[in-house]
Structures are given as C-alpha cells and as structure tokens.
C-alpha cells in the first residue's frame, strides 16, 4: 500500500519560496503518476501541477506557469514542487496525489478522481 507524506510547508512573505516534498513509502513511485494539488478555505481542491512517471510530461495550472517547478527523484521515491515568487492567493493546504500507471508512460491524469493514494496535506501561508 502506497503513502505518501508531504512536507515543506510554511508561513513565508509574499515573492517568497519554498520548495515541498512528497515521500512514498510501501512502494516505490517509479510507475506512479504524481500530482500536486491546493485546497483553500472554502475552495474547492484544484490541481497545481503534475508529472508523468516517466517524468517526460509535465503540466501546470495558468496561475503557476512560470513560478511553480515538479519534479521528481524515483530514486529518492520524493517528488518536489519548488514554488517561486509566492502571492497571497498560493495560500492554502498543498496535497501530493498518486496515481499507478502500470509502468513508465507520459500519462497524466487528467483530474481528482483518478489518484488513488493521497497524502494528509501541508499547510502553504503567504503572508506579510
């Protein structure tokens, strides 16, 4: 059974960084499909970004193109999201999501409902 643990979050000003990490355990990632993924006080869970097993595809959502970074290190079985230049509307509770697929493949989910394996979620605060 796959976990997944998020660390990394933090209280930072805005223009800020930090850099999160996701860490499986009970099965290594290479074949998982990781998303990244943000909830707000009384917002809806949006998808932030996410990558392929293979780690050849990568995709973004429009409000962190250019400041968010994911990445992963299956030998680490830890994928990262470095974000950048941190606004007040970042803020939220940040979620590693994992989805098997099988194999090396450029997949990516394409929502919510198709991660199996979540993790319990990191508080992002952007603030002065």
């Known amino acids: 059974q796959l976990q997944l643990v998020e660390s990394g979050g933090g209280l930072v000003q805005p223009g800020g960084s930090l850099r999160l990490s996701c860490v499986a355990s009970?099965?290594?990632?290479?074949?998982?499909?990781i998303g990244w993924f943000r909830q707000a006080p009384g917002k809806e869970r949006e998808g932030v970004s996410s990558?392929?097993?293979?780690?050849?595809?990568?995709k973004y959502e429009d409000s962190v193109k250019g400041r968010f970074t994911i990445s992963r290190d299956n030998a680490k079985n830890t994928v990262y999201l470095q974000m950048n230049s941190l606004k007040p509307e970042d803020t939220a509770v940040y979620y590693c999501a994992a989805d098997y697929n099988g194999g090396y493949s450029d997949y990516i989910p394409l929502g919510v409902m198709e991660y199996d394996y979540w993790g319990q979620g990191t508080q992002v605060t952007v603030s002065s």
């Open positions: 009970g099965s290594p990632l290479d074949y998982y499909a």
């Open positions: 990558i392929s097993s293979r780690g050849g595809s990568t």
